[in-house]
């Protein structure tokens, strides 16, 4: 988690915020995942999500869906992405998150699943499916390999869920912009409120994600979060270029200029 939080902190004493792409583990080829990551790194990212492919996904729509589907007919397996980050992680200074449901991470075993992660050199986890009152084993393995632990923190829940959830994550809290599934969005998301109302009640940074597709959307919510993730519009771009490394460090490049718009201090 030491560098989730260096990150994080080097940023605010900076004034600045954080660009989260992300990128489904072995899509299109565990290649070219090993290949991207340096090219976000160069492009402006300060971190980014790992997704491990899922045969049942959540929260993802189409487009994640369709490239964890054919991840998994590449054969991506836990084992081969572990080996895989490994492969590049020494070469890297990006903080790295993996984005991964429960059931993988029970089926592998907990403690082993957070000991691999650590190995490979993963700084956190993101487990969206995860329920904050059965986390006590994922919590005690991630706080014995300091990594980060965020769960996602939804704009209907509760403020007693809120409070159960942000007491579980470490590092940082994923807070959704909208319901429903992942995917790209033609409207900048309105967050202010719901980062105020959950400023109230962490000090971790935020960041936010869901429906971000633009350099003007991530310029919307870094005015008021730490961070802004896409997923869904990079993960297209990837599939549809004949490059699909110089398609990400294109795009990511370009989204990383709505970080450079933020003026005023976090609220």
């Known amino acids: 988690m030491s560098r989730i939080n260096d990150i994080f902190s080097r940023l605010r004493r900076e004034q600045k915020t954080a660009l989260m792409p992300f990128l489904t583990g072995g899509y299109p080829s565990l290649e070219v995942t090993r290949e991207t990551l340096p090219a976000l790194e160069r492009a402006g990212a300060s971190m980014v999500e790992i997704g491990f492919p899922f045969s049942d996904p959540i929260a993802d729509g189409p487009v994640i869906a369709a490239s964890m589907h054919q991840a998994l007919q590449h ?120 980062v105020q109302r959950l400023r109230a009640m962490t000090d971790l940074p935020i960041a936010v994600g869901f429906g971000i597709s633009t350099a003007e959307h991530v310029r919307a919510v870094t005015e008021h979060a730490d961070a802004a993730i896409v997923g869904s519009a990079l993960v297209r771009r990837m599939g549809e270029a004949d490059d699909p490394v110089a398609a990400a460090e294109s795009f990511v490049r370009e989204l990383a200029t709505g970080l450079s718009e933020r003026t005023a201090p976090r609220v």
């Open 75 to 194: 054969g991506t397996t836990p084992d081969a992405l572990f080996d895989s980050i490994a492969a590049v992680r020494g070469s890297l200074s990006l903080g790295l998150i993996a984005m991964v449901s429960e059931s993988i991470v029970w089926r592998v075993g907990t403690h082993e699943f957070v000991r691999r992660a650590a190995e490979a050199g993963f700084d956190g986890l993101i487990v969206p499916d995860m329920d904050p009152d059965d986390a006590d084993d994922l919590y005690a393995a991630v706080e014995e390999r300091d990594l980060s632990l965020s769960l996602l923190i939804a704009p209907t829940s509760s403020d007693a869920r809120i409070g159960r959830l942000v007491a579980r994550c470490r590092g940082f809290v994923y807070l959704l912009a909208r319901v429903g599934k992942t995917g790209e969005s033609r409207e900048a998301p309105k967050i202010a409120a719901q």
